[in-house]
Every structure is written in structure tokens, then in C-alpha cells.
Nanobody
Framework: QVQLVESGGGLVHPGGSLRLSCAAS????????AGWYRQAPGKQRELVAR???????NYADFVKGRFTISRDDANNTMYLQMNSLKPEDTAVYYC???????????????WGQGTQVTVSS
């Protein structure tokens, strides 16, 4: 059983920073492409940033230059460094990853439970 657990959310003032973590645990042979999504109240879930298993990244236009996605495959952990936060960044942030549980098995998509980020003065 694979689990993704996010942490690092909280309340921050506009212009502040937070670092989200997503730790994967369970039966994991390899982690493939992964990413962070967010969902604000009354809105659809949207992509924030993605990172391939080779380390290539891409970002939504609304976070370019402010957020940085990274991964530590040795520790099965992914990060989202969020700087210059704005009130419109307020949302529940979810991590997503494709995981290979064992050799010869199919890749499975997994989601974390989400962590709340609130940007407010």
C-alpha cells in the first residue's frame, strides 16, 4: 500500500514563504512523474508544477518565478518551495505521483490527502 503524505502548509502573510513536502511510503520500486496541484474553494483542482523522473520541470504561469518544485528520490520525497505568496495562492495543495510498486507491475497514480495553505494579512 502506497501513501503520499503532504506537510508544511499553514498560514502566512502576503509576500511570505512556505515549503511543502510530500513523502511517499509503502511498496515503492520507483517514482515516475510527479506534481503539485491545488484547489481553492469553489474552484476546480489545477496544476501548479510538475517534475519528471529525470528532473525536468514545468510550472503554471501563475507561479512561474515564485515556486520551485524539486524531488529527493533517495528519500521518496518531493518539495514545493513557495515564495512571494499572494492571497490568491490560498488553496488546499495536493501532491500527485506515478509509482511503480514492484518490478513487472503497472504504474499507479497516487494522490495525497492535501495540506491547507492560507495567505492572509
Amino acid at each position: 500500500q502506497v501513501q503520499l503524505v503532504e506537510s508544511g502548509g499553514g498560514l502566512v502573510h502576503p509576500g511570505g514563504s512556505l515549503r511543502l513536502s510530500c513523502a511517499a511510503s509503502g511498496s515503492i520500486r520507483s517514482i515516475g512523474n510527479a506534481g503539485w496541484y491545488r484547489q481553492a474553494p469553489g474552484k476546480q483542482r489545477e496544476l501548479v508544477a510538475r517534475i519528471t523522473n529525470g528532473g525536468s520541470t514545468n510550472y503554471a504561469d501563475f507561479v512561474k518565478g515564485r515556486f520551485t518544485i524539486s524531488r529527493d528520490d533517495a528519500n521518496n520525497t518531493m518539495y514545493l518551495q513557495m515564495n512571494s505568496l499572494k492571497p490568491e495562492d490560498t488553496a488546499v495543495y495536493y501532491c500527485n505521483a506515478y509509482i511503480l510498486p514492484r518490478a513487472g507491475s503497472p504504474w499507479h497514480e497516487h494522490w495525497g490527502q492535501g495540506t491547507q495553505v492560507t495567505v492572509s494579512s
